[in-house]
């Protein structure tokens, strides 16, 4: 960081962009006057839409994120707490926590009868991942407000939504699509998930979730209690499961798309031959494109280390979330699968465990997926460094260029539990 900064020092040249070899002449008159206040105004009102349309999208961004964590009962970036909402947020954690106990009561209650078990269990070890991300966002809470406010300082709005050569979606067109998707599953989740308990509580007389309370909850109004209290806990394991992926995928995509955006400046550094101008000195000429080009990489130096605190500050507020999520799924796949063949026949039953297993693959695969992407983008960074119009360029400039490189050599990977890397390899895992 002392080199970078000695280095923007260094760099710092005289305003040279009035040359007369650097920019064209501007004809004079009323005419052209009036023109360019026409020019301006227009660019003006241009500028104001552009603001305009990034603003939006931006808030979509933080909202959706800011919604789905506030139904799950944790609060982010909520500066002052209203009295419903603290209201609401301290039910959400008493019933989840009554009916995560009686959960585990039911299970030791009925251990003789394995369809039974493995029936709750599953619900169990899939409710397990949601308490441990959870109680860990809320330790992490301001890491990740943190995480999330460093992100205003970026943008991507600006940058396609497809790959030119491919036709893919770049990282920048993935992140309004996250939002969408996560609004799509957490309404596939509330459709299958309160169908299928409404059916079981007109049909058989039971509750959301099986579990063993010290009263007879099958009489009224302790049933409807319990199923209420229950109804609770399925918006804060609705708010976490559908969340939590949302949120960290969309910062890796913000991530990935700055180092898009960065790559693309490097990349579009280009020396200037500049020809005098009527007699002006020809080193004159191209001390003033040196210090362009200068300023140009230098502006690409502080994005890249903002680039890059903002992936380590990412790193400290997901890694133990993600280490518990990946390790309780793992479990979760698997009792879920063997559930499903314990409970053959049953289709109510097997039709959850089906929905429940696709949802957790995934939910990890995409996760994993979108971890790969940016250590595939961070490394990219130091293919455009060296593939950039860095030959015959003075000693400084190519010096700032190898700390670049050095840089973009220090592999970065996402984390869980800063043992486990967040990619495609530990999925297949």
Request: proline share 3%; net charge negative.
């Amino acid at each position: 960081m002392q080199f970078a900064t000695k280095v923007g020092q260094a760099g710092k040249c005289l305003n040279t962009t009035n040359l007369p070899g650097q920019v064209n002449r501007v004809p004079r008159g009323r005419g052209s006057r009036i023109a360019r206040q026409s020019a301006h105004e227009d660019g003006k009102i241009v500028t104001a839409i552009g603001s305009a349309q990034c603003h939006a999208e931006r808030s979509d961004f933080h909202t959706h994120t800011e919604a789905l964590g506030t139904l799950a009962g944790i609060p982010l970036k909520m500066k002052k707490m209203p009295t419903v909402y603290a209201v609401y947020m301290i039910s959400v954690i008493i019933c989840s926590c009554t009916t995560y106990v009686g959960m585990f009561a039911d299970v030791y209650v009925h251990s003789d009868d394995l369809e039974h078990t493995m029936t709750n269990i599953r619900v169990l070890v899939a409710t397990a991942s949601v308490v441990w991300i959870y109680f860990a966002c809320r330790l992490r809470q301001h890491s990740i407000e943190r995480a999330m406010d460093l992100t205003d300082s970026f943008t991507w709005e600006d940058l396609p939504n497809r790959d030119a050569d491919t036709g893919h979606l770049t990282a920048a067109g993935w992140i309004p699509r996250i939002n969408m998707i996560s609004s799509g599953a957490a309404v596939a989740v509330i459709l299958f998930h309160f169908t299928q308990s409404t059916i079981r509580i007109v049909t058989n007389h039971e509750t959301v979730f099986i579990a063993w309370y010290p009263f007879d909850w099958t009489v009224s109004p302790f049933y409807e209690l319990v199923n209420i209290s229950q109804c609770l806990t399925s918006l804060l394991i609705l708010g976490i499961i559908c969340g939590f992926p949302a949120l960290v995928t969309a910062l890796i995509a913000v991530a990935c798309a700055q180092f898009e955006k960065l790559k693309a400046a490097i990349l579009d550094i280009r020396q200037q031959h500049i020809t005098p101008y009527h007699g002006q000195e020809d080193e004159q000429v191209h001390t003033a494109a040196d210090c362009d080009l200068q300023a140009k990489l230098n502006a690409c130096i502080r994005h890249h280390q903002d680039i890059m605190a903002f992936m380590q500050q990412l790193e400290d507020a997901l890694n133990v979330s993600l280490c518990g999520h990946f390790l309780i799924s793992l479990a979760t796949i698997c009792f879920t699968a063997f559930s499903v063949v314990t409970n053959w026949g049953d289709y109510a039953d097997m039709s959850q465990g089906v929905f429940g297993y696709v949802f957790f693959v995934s939910n990890v695969f995409l996760i994993c997926w979108f971890g790969t992407r940016l250590t595939q983008h961070a490394e990219s960074v130091r293919d455009a460094a060296c593939g950039c119009d860095w030959v015959g360029t003075p000693v400084p400039f190519q010096r700032c260029l190898m700390f670049i490189i050095a840089t973009a050599n220090k592999q970065f990977q996402l984390t869980a539990g800063k043992f486990v890397p967040v990619s495609n390899l530990t999925m297949m895992n």
